[in-house]
């Protein structure tokens, strides 16, 4: 895959954000942190992405419309002044001279409703708990056109190439992912993000063992549920199973490269719907390295129903040698409906 011109503008911004999260990540500040309305943590990291991606996409392409998770309308409290700062700090690192007004006017222009032909959706730190535990995070960006997914990057500034490396030890460089359809998945160190891409291809078989990828943050997936339906495939292959816990998008991104067979997202509670910005970049990622994703019926994942997957439940990325077993499973304990 040789990126084009839109693709690299989307490798050099998560490029050039992952650099300033690190940075962010290895000097922060406790006090640097806002809890927002669900009880979730937000960080500079957080904004300053956020703002960095807007500002990349823009000075490329213009006005172009874009759903963040992000909003900036706390910094602007009298009381998140020290946050404030500490943002625009951090975005001085890409644009020096940068102004307040031109950091939090980037944060709030990734307020589109998802209603466009043609937008971008970016989760500016995916796994924020795992930024804060100085483990495994993410940067998401994609590109979405008439409801389908079309370019997805995937930046992991902890995951390091080699896959023998524990997850819980983030590496001395990351790796950033790249993907649009029908053009397969590269893989670069991310302080080489114009060096020599490496194709990444999904397992075609479980080599000894299944190896999953389980959400860190119990409140995430049930694991309960997710190791029931793996359990029985693993059973029915004969194989033991390793279980592979961190944190972010970066999941797909460990399947997609071949070092997992699965990853499931199991629902928690009945009335939780997905958000686009937490699959589309990973699901791209993952799709064209040759893993299959879907919801935990089989159905694929619907981006035509505005900011959130309404007519998906869970989601099962996995290698395509076990993910049909996978929803037979699924199907077969009767997990599918609602949690209780």
Request: glycine letters at 8%; one cysteine or more.
């Amino acid at each position: 895959m040789h990126p084009d011109s839109t693709l690299r503008v989307a490798i050099d911004a998560v490029a050039a954000a992952g650099r300033v999260a690190r940075t962010v990540q290895r000097d922060f500040n406790r006090n640097h942190q806002i809890i927002k309305d669900d009880q979730s943590p937000v960080t500079v990291a957080d904004f300053a992405v956020q703002a960095i991606v807007a500002m990349a996409l823009k000075d490329a392409f213009g006005d172009v419309p874009i759903v963040g998770e992000e909003r900036a309308g706390v910094l602007r409290l009298p009381e998140q002044a020290e946050v404030r700062r500490a943002v625009v700090e951090a975005v001085d690192r890409y644009r020096t001279g940068v102004r307040d007004d031109d950091v939090l006017g980037a944060i709030d222009g990734c307020n589109h409703d998802a209603s466009a032909e043609a937008y971008w959706t970016l989760d500016p730190i995916d796994g924020t708990k795992g930024f804060l535990r100085g483990q495994q995070y993410a940067i998401a960006l994609a590109l979405i056109e008439a409801g389908r997914v079309v370019l997805g990057v995937l930046g992991c500034p902890n995951l390091p190439l080699q896959t023998d490396h524990p997850f819980d030890h983030p590496g001395p460089h990351g790796t950033i992912y790249a993907a649009r359809v029908g053009c397969g998945t590269g893989q670069w160190p991310d302080h080489e993000s114009k060096g020599q891409e490496v194709p990444v291809r999904a397992r075609s078989h479980a080599p000894g063992a299944l190896t999953v990828c389980e959400s860190v943050e119990a409140a995430h997936s049930r694991n309960d549920h997710s190791r029931r339906v793996l359990q029985r495939v693993a059973q029915d292959l004969g194989l033991a199973i390793d279980y592979a816990r961190l944190d972010s998008q970066c999941k797909y991104a460990v399947v997609a490269r071949g070092q997992a067979d699965a990853y499931l997202r199991m629902p928690t509670h009945k009335s939780y719907v997905e958000k686009i910005w937490d699959h589309a970049a990973g699901m791209m990622i993952a799709e064209e390295a040759g893993a299959v994703v879907s919801d935990i019926a089989g159905a694929r994942l619907d981006f035509t129903h505005g900011q959130r997957l309404e007519a998906n439940r869970g989601i099962v990325c996995a290698s395509g040698h076990i993910h049909g077993m996978i929803i037979d499973a699924i199907r077969d304990l009767d997990l599918a409906s609602a949690p209780q």
